[in-house]
């Protein structure tokens, strides 16, 4: 693969909240996890799994639920005498945590538990780090194989939107809902589907800004 065409992904790749209703195949799904399995992981501890949400019906339930602990957690505000900021958060970041409503797809990114040789035999022997350290240690792989899943969908003609909206409102009840068991992380959700909008890019911090090179 040449260079100009990996950029030409990566560059052209949107976040996009607006989806048309032409649903996602399961063969798509399938291959994109195929892509997103490839990532690299600490010590090739693959933590990661996926639930691709492909009922509509359950995708707005996801969206209620997320907005229904966004209103009581702008009520609580609210009741601290934070006003400006529970009005803020209903306005400004509700239809960010519930832009996947429309998708036709919802991937639910997990991380599980980290495991490894260096691990069993080194790390905790001697009380390495604190057991959160390994929590996100597989976080991190986890993180890695979505951007591999969003890429290989920008690549298909597909389009994505990363969010982590309903995780910090209603992580709780969307394990509760998907039956997600408690040794597993919920990382994001990524909204899926065929997009309706072609938005126009965003800028970018030069590399100068971001770039430290040490000789």
Known sequence: M???SFQD?????RSIREFTEERVGI???EDIIDCARYAPSDTNSQTWEFIAVINSEKIKQIEE??????HETAARAAGKGLEREAKLLVKSFGPYATAFSGAPAL?????TPYTSKFREKIFDPIDFVSP????????KSS???????????????LATCPMTGPVL??????????DIPADRGVNMVIALGHPAIAPKPVPRKEVAEILRIVE
Do not use: P
């Open 132 to 139: 959160e350290v390994w929590q996100e240690e597989g976080l």
């Open 143 to 157: 993180c890695l194989a979505a951007q591999n899943l969003m890429l290989a969908a920008h690549a298909k003609g």
């Open 65 to 70: 639920f997320t907005w229904s602990k966004l």
């Open 27 to 29: 063969s798509d799904i």
């Open 2 to 4: 040449e260079y100009a």
């Open 169 to 178: 409102l209603a992580e709780e009840k969307l394990r509760e809902f998907l």
């Open 107 to 111: 991937i639910v990114c997990l991380s």
């Open 9 to 13: 992904v990566l560059k052209t790749r």
